[in-house]
């Protein structure tokens, strides 16, 4: 994500009616809390604060559009954009090389459901805050609830879902979406993670293909997929019984890369592994994770070298039960795992996401109090972000559309936060499709103006392992960091890391 920040004025506050200025009605403004106030009330609010930092106030007569609310507490909390209407329900996104992002659904664009060999997706442009939907049927794969992974050369590859077989790669400097080769074993709701020669690993995903017996494979390239008997599903399992049906203890493991050349498997069982992806594969047990339950649909995020963190999830996919609130660092530098518990979330939650910022902090998006599908009944509407520094967790601007179950949220390459879905339901009223944006604290100055964006004037298209690289910009700065693009589902995102 070598790549400067655009500057975007985002739109968060508006009229009730965009032809006010035409018809004499005299206008309603909703501010980005929500709050209403008639444009008298407005003019005299915008007046107030003139007066407080002797800012100049340009007539809006001929406008049929307030800008971005400028305050204050932006310098603390952000602020999100307005709700940006989107083609379909997002469950999946992925960034783009360029700055969009691709998001897709299923083979409906509100639903889900069999396997007809077609998807609808659409690319986000936040440059113009739109989105163009393309049907795609000539890979026959219905990629909903697949593993998801970003190749080292910026095309996406997704494997499995409702097309249970199947393995589809998006090239972003084609626009054109290529069949793969066919997994060895069928699944669906299963985990991938990119290794760092570049292939792809996956496991578990009992959700389609039948339940049970979804070993561990990695596709290359050259030798397409091909199965590691070494690391059975079994080893994300490791003995451990829990709460819920047995086609569900096998979805969305949380797998990393690790320093060590290993792949490090951290949860949601409590009990983590160590993954040997060499040959026909080994694993070991690398111990608990603290005293953390099994904690499926909770994130877990690679915020430093070697350092995760997790958080919320409940012992359940689907079984109605508590979320928790609980985070715990991982710290997986060297040859062994040492798991802490760390300060609990302000709200519990299951199925938000999780997204590193450039700064390296976490900021937790959405989720709900229990683990129910397709409901938004105690929604977590305000994000929390937590500090590396501090280790506690603080509340942020809250958004204005739950997201839940088949939500995404996803860094963009602007440093912004995009997060969009929920639901996918058919006609049921928790469907989503639509966005918002969110502009964390650091791009704000400290009196809630939008700050100047540096600009990285150059930088090395290619740089080795255990090389130094240069990069110039245009005015001084303190440190920069290193975000992998990655792609993202059902509160899983294997691939996205940071290196300060």
């Not at 209403?36 to 915008?46: G, I, P, R, V």
């Not at 490791?238 to 047995?246: F, K």
């Not at 690790?258 to 949601?268: I, R, S, V, Y």
Request: charged content about 15%.
């Amino acid at each position: 994500m070598l790549k400067h920040f655009l500057p975007t004025l985002l739109l968060c506050l508006f009229f009730s009616s965009a032809s006010w200025a035409n018809n004499g009605n005299d206008p309603v403004v909703t501010l980005c809390s929500g709050k209403k106030m008639s444009w008298e009330d407005y003019q005299l609010y915008q007046k107030l604060r003139a007066d407080d930092y002797d800012w100049e106030i340009e007539s809006l007569a001929n406008e049929n559009f307030i800008p971005f609310e400028e305050a204050i507490v932006n310098n603390s909390i952000g602020a999100w954009s307005s709700v940006i209407p989107m083609p379909l329900v997002t469950s999946a996104a992925a960034n783009l090389p360029d700055g969009r992002v691709l998001t897709w659904s299923a083979k409906d664009k509100l639903s889900f459901g069999g396997d007809l060999g077609r998807t609808w997706t659409a690319i986000f442009d936040p440059t113009t805050n739109s989105a163009t939907d393309v049907f795609v049927t000539n890979t026959q794969h219905d990629m909903f609830c697949p593993g998801t992974t970003t190749l080292p050369d910026g095309r996406i590859m997704v494997n499995g879902g409702s097309s249970s077989s199947k393995s589809s790669i998006y090239d972003p400097f084609t626009g054109q979406w290529n069949g793969g080769d066919l997994m060895n074993i069928a699944r669906g709701y299963h985990s991938g993670v990119t290794l760092s020669t570049g292939a792809t690993y996956v496991v578990g995903g009992s959700w389609s293909g039948g339940v049970g017996g979804k070993d561990s494979e990695i596709w290359t390239e050259k030798t397409g997929w091909y199965e590691l008997p070494g690391v059975p599903v079994d080893m994300m399992l490791d003995g451990i019984v829990s709460n819920q049906p047995v086609q569900q203890d096998d979805y969305f493991a949380w797998m990393f890369q690790a320093p060590n050349g290993q792949l490090f498997n951290a949860g949601p069982s409590p009990r983590m592994h160590w993954v040997d992806p060499s040959g026909v594969g080994s694993y070991t047990y690398a111990g608990n994770r603290s005293n953390d339950t099994y904690a499926t649909q909770g994130t877990a995020a690679m915020y430093d070298v070697g350092k995760i963190l997790t958080a919320g999830g409940s012992i359940t996919f689907e079984g109605g039960t508590p979320a928790s609130n609980r985070s715990y660092l991982i710290d997986i530098n060297g040859n062994s795992a040492n798991a802490t518990q760390n300060a609990n979330m302000i709200y519990s939650r299951h199925y938000h996401s999780s997204v590193v910022l450039p700064s390296g902090e976490v900021m937790a998006i959405g989720g709900i109090a229990n683990a129910d599908v397709f409901s938004d009944n105690n929604s977590r509407l305000v994000p929390e972000i937590w500090s590396p520094s501090t280790g506690q967790w603080s509340e942020v601007a809250g958004m204005s559309v739950p997201r839940n179950y088949h939500s995404i949220s996803i860094l963009m390459l602007d440093g912004r936060v995009f997060t969009s879905g929920g639901g996918l339901c058919g006609s049921c009223s928790t469907n989503h499709p639509d966005a918002q944006i969110y502009s964390p604290a650091y791009l704000f100055n400290s009196n809630g103006t939008l700050a100047t964006r540096p600009t990285i004037n150059s930088a090395p298209s290619t740089s080795d392992w255990n090389t130094s690289m240069t990069v110039s910009t245009n005015s001084g700065i303190s440190n920069f960091s290193l975000v992998r693009m990655s792609a993202t589902t059902h509160s899983t995102n294997n691939d996205l890391r940071r290196i300060p």
